[in-house]
Structures are given as C-alpha cells and as structure tokens.
C-alpha cells in the first residue's frame, strides 16, 4: 500500500486494516456480496454521503479480485422507500441508500459490521433493479 503522497508504507501497511487476501493489489479477504463494512467515502459532493460510514458489498463475489467495489452507504437518518430499503445492523435500523452506491478502492474498507439476511438482500435486489432500470426488458441497449 501507498501512502497518499505515493510512497510505499512502512511494512506495507493496510490503510482500512482490513486483512489482505493475496489475490491482487488492493483486495480485501473475505469480501463478499452482502457483507457490511465499514467504509471511508471521503467528502460529500451536493447530497452524497461523507465520511466513515457502513456500506453494503453490492459488486458480484465473482468481481472480488479486483482492487475495486461496488458499494451503497448506510443511513440512520435517511428516508426508505422502494429504492431504499431498510436493513439492520449490529442491532440498529438503517436505509440502505442504493441510488448512491458507487466504486471505491478497496482500500477504503474497513471492519466487518455484518452480513445481509436473505430477506434483506431480496429487498435489495429488488431496489437494485429499480435504480439501474432492470426490470424493463424493452429498454435499448446504450452499450
């Protein structure tokens, strides 16, 4: 790991402190879609969440060598709905907020707070499909 100036840390520490798996620069064992982490979003630009935070792994655990993933922040405060479901977390309600999920630098995560349940993830899926307009098989491809 580099230090943000670019120069190698003393004993190649981990920025998160979350254990390296060997599988490439910049991954985290045992990330897996579904997981929640502690993770440093860094600052708020207009209504984005800010700061160190829980997110939920959302990126497929196919994509886990990659030195990047895919999350969405946690929000005590924020208002649920369709596309924010609510899921709880060492014992505290939350609102996941999947219109703001987002590709971090796997150095940016952190502790492992918890996992989804399968109701809670099926609600997630569900949202997911929602935000990035899956569940409307006659859009055109853009790609």
Do not use: C, K, N, Y
């Not at 209504?47 to 030195?67: I, T």
């Not at 999350?71 to 596309?83: D, F, H, Q, Y």
């Amino acid at each position: 790991m580099r230090a943000d100036d670019g120069r190698p840390r003393p004993g190649g520490a981990h920025r998160a402190g979350a254990p390296r798996d060997g599988r490439g620069p910049g991954t985290v064992a045992g990330l897996r879609r579904g997981d929640v982490h502690r993770v440093r979003f860094g600052r708020a630009s207009a209504r984005s969440q800010a700061g160190v935070r829980p997110a939920v792994v959302l990126q497929a655990d196919s994509l886990s060598p990659l030195s990047i993933v895919v999350v969405a922040p946690l929000s005590t405060s924020a208002i649920a709905g369709r596309i924010r479901p609510v899921v709880v977390v060492e014992g505290t309600s939350s609102t996941l907020m999947t219109d703001q999920m987002t590709a971090i630098d796997v150095g940016r995560v952190g502790a492992r707070l918890g996992r989804l349940g399968a109701d809670e993830a099926a609600e997630v899926d569900d949202a997911l499909r929602l935000v990035l307009a899956l569940h409307w098989p006659s859009l055109p491809h853009a790609v």
